[in-house]
């Protein structure tokens, strides 16, 4: 294992590891505590009570985040027609339909979302093995397959996150950058914390939220009060 560096273990000792921070404490600390020079990423790890193996059980979604997320966003629409002209007007950054498919299946991959109208489906079922594994298949329930394509990519653009858990119940969702301001990240996780609790599958039995965790790309977890998380569910 590696050693954990100076900076690490000086930022570490200003966590007490046995409190459990209220929101706005944690992300003050986490602005104290995040030392690397670059633009950092802020994730939260949410540890649930649920059972991924069972369908019914399985928290996911999506949200736009009220302050963005301070990455720019490479967006592909497939689609046909007159939806095509609604695709370029609002902002997709590549749009089109069998050649777009052709061109993913031949290797490109330079973008971060794709939006689908549903009548291409069928032929990005072509596509599926190669955008499924990476979390980029167009999805009815995520707002990606739609006709309402001008409101999907705005989203997209404006920063709309997708959630899913892993296979031991956890889920990451980055809520910005370092840069951003303690109001601007506040403003983001409440708002994922809120869709988190909302997502509660009704199968799901006992304690659903078990632990939250707030960090930076090189910080120290900062562990979050489930109690006050769970205020922003209404």
Known sequence: MKKPSKKYIEAAKKVDASKNYTVTEAVSLLKEVSFAKFDET???????????RHADQM????????????????VVVITAGEKMTEAEKAGADVVGGEDV????????????????????????????RILGPRGLMPNPKLGTVTNDIEKAVKEQKAGKVEYRTDKNGIVHVPIG??????EQLQENMKAVCGAIFR?????AKGTYLKSLTISATMSPGIKVDTNDA????A
């Not at 802020?42 to 991924?52: M, T």
């Not at 928290?59 to 490479?74: D, E």
């Not at 769970?230 to 569910?233: D, L, P, R």
């Open 177 to 182: 950058k370092k840069s951003f301001t303690a």
């Open 42 to 52: 802020v994730d939260l790890a949410f540890r649930l009570g649920v059972d991924p």
């Open 230 to 233: 769970a205020t922003f569910s």
């Open 101 to 128: 498919i052709n061109k993913i299946a031949g290797g490109w991959m330079e973008f971060d979302r794709v939006i689908a109208t549903p009548d291409m489906m069928g032929k990005i079922g072509k596509i599926a």
């Open 59 to 74: 928290v996911r979604g999506a949200i736009v985040m009220p302050a963005g997320t301070g990455k720019k966003t490479t």
């Open 199 to 203: 997502a509660k599958p009704s199968s």
